[in-house]
């Protein structure tokens, strides 16, 4: 068996978990995209970077005088999915929290064409059932499981994401569609929490 541990933070003699700042000194990242895993909706993180104009996507690596890997430019954490809904996105958007105290804003984005949108929820359950013997119902909500109207499904994620307690009441909360042959992006809603 590989031992990687040398590998590991919390094993470095110099990393204390305890007291630990966060990496916003190494990568200076904003905001998470939550997209589809679909390779025609790849420049999402591109148009999301140049709508809000203070993105920086794909960024570079820095590297310290020994060559080693040690932050980047990129301010914009991508998060791919199927239909990339919300919900397959949540346990990542707790630890981006932890791991990153100046996330700003949490941007979710459907596209056009999505095969979330070939089928309807009871015929994904449905198959689990008939082909893999597998019951399936009960693991999501069936507004998770596909996409039957895109407004409607942007914003159950956009509501299913603010009110997670995975979210810091402070995240700015976007939804967009983007259109996969022109490559617009319209945004759909904002959840802006009130400053205090």
């Given amino acids: 068996m590989t031992n990687f541990s040398e590998h590991e933070f ?70 791919s999915n199927a239909g990339g809904r919300a919900i397959g996105a949540l346990q990542s958007v707790a630890t981006m929290n932890h791991l990153f105290n100046n996330l700003e804003r949490l941007i979710v984005v459907h596209h056009s064409f999505c095969g ?39 914003r159950h994620d956009v509501e299913l994401l603010r009110s997670s307690p995975a979210t810091p009441k402070k995240m700015k909360i976007y939804g967009f569609f983007y259109d996969i042959n022109s490559g617009k992006l319209t945004e759909l809603l904002s959840d802006i929490p009130v400053a205090a």
């Fill in 10 to 79: 919390r094993k470095q003699p110099w990393f204390d978990q305890n007291n630990f700042p966060g990496f916003d000194q190494a990568i200076p990242m904003k905001s998470i995209v939550i997209y589809c895993f679909d390779p025609r909706a790849a420049n999402i993180p591109n148009a999301i970077a140049a709508y809000f104009g203070d993105e920086v996507y794909p960024g570079e690596n820095i590297l310290d005088e020994a060559g080693n890997n040690v932050g980047s430019t990129q301010t914009l954490f991508t998060l």
């Fill in 116 to 154: 979330a949108t070939s089928f309807e929820p009871n015929q994904l359950i449905e198959k689990f059932h008939d082909h893999y013997h597998a019951d399936i119902s009960n693991m999501w909500n069936h507004d998770d499981l596909a996409i039957l109207d895109y407004d409607k499904s942007i």
